[in-house]
Antibody, heavy 116, light 107 residues
Framework: QVHLVQSGAEVKKPGASVKVSCKAS????????ISWVRQAPGQGLEWMGWISAYDVNTNNAQKFQGRVTMTTDTSTSTAYMELRGLRSDDTAVYYCARDSDFHPFWGQGTLVTVSA | DIQMTQSPSTLSASVGDRVTITCRAS??????LAWYQQKPGKAPNLLIY???ILESGVPSRFSGSGSGTEFSLTISSLQPDDFATYYCQQYNSYSRTFGQGTKVEIK
């Protein structure tokens, strides 16, 4: 069965960077992309971007362009999302999701707290 | 970017009610629409994709319809497990956008 297992919670100071990992299993990693979605406390879902695990093509939401980098490591079937220049409003749960346009499989979420 | 607008933001209903949530796209997305259910502290769960195709394992009381810019999710007979927040998502291009969510509450 498909599993996406994310790295643990992070606490960061404003201006720092965070890198969240998402290890996939149960399917051929390079056959699908990975989307990253975040959810601020009490708020809705926000799509951040997508990376193809096949050809490393990416597409990020305009809001995050220049501040987010998505990468993959096919040798370990792991996707990564790095967000730079953290602000307090980046405090959120960050999810990875297998992308076949829609998202039938999700990671458990990683809480990133940005606080001085 | 394509904007997705859901209505209502909150819906109060009773067990057994038929409820409908609507989602409007700012431009045509053909049938490139999915619906998710999310419960507090959990990742979203895919209910419907391609506007009307029920994901495997999802109860048949859920149904989706629409194309172009107007879509709807209907729960034919609300069950206790259905009180949650529902999101639409478009995937017409390489980008995706979620609606702002509809919280279904107990009346």
């Amino acid at each position: 069965q498909v599993h996406l297992v994310q790295s643990g919670a992070e606490v960061k100071k404003p201006g720092a960077s965070v890198k969240v990992s998402c290890k996939a299993s149960g399917y051929t990693f390079t056959s699908y992309g990975i989307s990253w979605v975040r959810q601020a406390p009490g708020q809705g879902l926000e799509w951040m971007g997508w990376i193809s695990a096949y050809d490393v093509n990416t597409n990020n939401a305009q809001k995050f362009q220049g501040r987010v980098t998505m990468t993959t490591d096919t040798s370990t079937s792991t996707a990564y999302m790095e967000l730079r220049g953290l602000r307090s409003d980046d405090t959120a749960v960050y999810y990875c999701a297998r992308d076949s346009d829609f998202h039938p499989f999700w990671g458990q979420g990683t809480l990133v707290t940005v606080s001085a | 970017d394509i904007q997705m607008t859901q209505s209502p933001s909150t819906l109060s209903a009773s067990v057994g009610d038929r409820v409908t949530i609507t989602c409007r796209a700012s431009q045509s997305i053909r049938s490139s629409l999915a619906w998710y259910q999310q419960k507090p502290g959990k990742a979203p769960n895919l209910l419907i994709y391609k506007a009307s195709i029920l994901e495997s394992g999802v109860p048949s009381r859920f149904s989706g319809s629409g194309s172009g810019t107007e879509f709807s999710l209907t729960i034919s007979s609300l069950q206790p497990d259905d009180f949650a927040t529902y999101y639409c998502q478009q995937y017409n291009s390489y980008s995706r956008t979620f609606g702002q969510g509809t919280k279904v509450e107990i009346k």
